[in-house]
């Protein structure tokens, strides 16, 4: 085979190869952030149990079902992960390992904790699964904070809130989404933003967008 014909099957080879498909490939940087963002968003969790949930409490005791309102930090890590990973997986392993973080270091639901940020995770990895991780907009992560409430919200109507009444299911579902998009995904977008800006996301997508244009 001469050069010229080893050089047009090489270029076949790569015009048959799917596009992006390095982009999606985990680094070892990756594994370290991700491992990073998990422990620090545990730590949050970690206060957001106390005051989280007296807020939860307080807001249910006015109507059944609109505590849902305040649990939007507990699904923070899964988008934050996605929006500076930007790789499969991101989000749910993210979660995971703030869920498991917030567990360790002793909270009120002990080893379910696991399920919720299983459920959560999985919900805002759909949303950038279904985008094929290729958009990673501020639109997109209020829904991807949606789509963790929601994973949320099946996760506990599975372990019990199918007994409560649909009234309390429906307006929790609600204000469980609601909570997403503005505490996990709105949030996770402007602290993706802030965290660019300083420099600390050099070696990722998220942080090279972030630099001013010359």
Do not use: H
């Amino acid at each position: 085979m001469t050069a010229t014909s080893s050089n047009s099957a090489n270029l076949g080879e790569d015009q048959t190869r799917p596009a992006g498909t390095g982009r999606l490939r985990w680094r070892v940087v990756d594994i370290v952030v991700a491992a990073v963002l998990g422990v620090a968003c545990g730590v949050i969790f970690v206060g957001w149990n106390t005051i989280g949930y007296a807020w939860f409490a307080a807001m249910d005791a006015v109507t059944p079902g609109l505590g849902g309102l305040a649990a939007g930090v507990w699904f923070l890590a899964g988008p934050l992960g996605a929006l500076i990973i930007r790789k499969p997986g991101a989000a749910l392993l993210v979660e995971l390992i703030a869920a498991f973080v917030s567990m360790a270091m002793g909270n009120q639901w002990g080893w379910t904790t696991m399920y919720s940020g299983f459920a959560q995770g999985l919900g805002a990895e759909i949303v950038f699964a279904a985008l094929r991780y290729r958009r990673f907009t501020l639109p997109v992560a209020v829904l991807a904070g949606v789509g963790a409430g929601l994973g949320a919200f099946v996760n506990e109507f599975i372990l019990g809130n199918w007994a409560k009444s649909p009234a309390f299911n429906a307006i929790y579902a609600g204000c469980t989404m609601l909570s997403g998009a503005v505490l996990a995904g709105l949030l996770g977008w402007l602290l993706m933003r802030t965290l660019a800006r300083t420099g600390a996301l050099d070696r990722f997508a998220a942080g090279r967008e972030a630099r001013p244009s010359v």
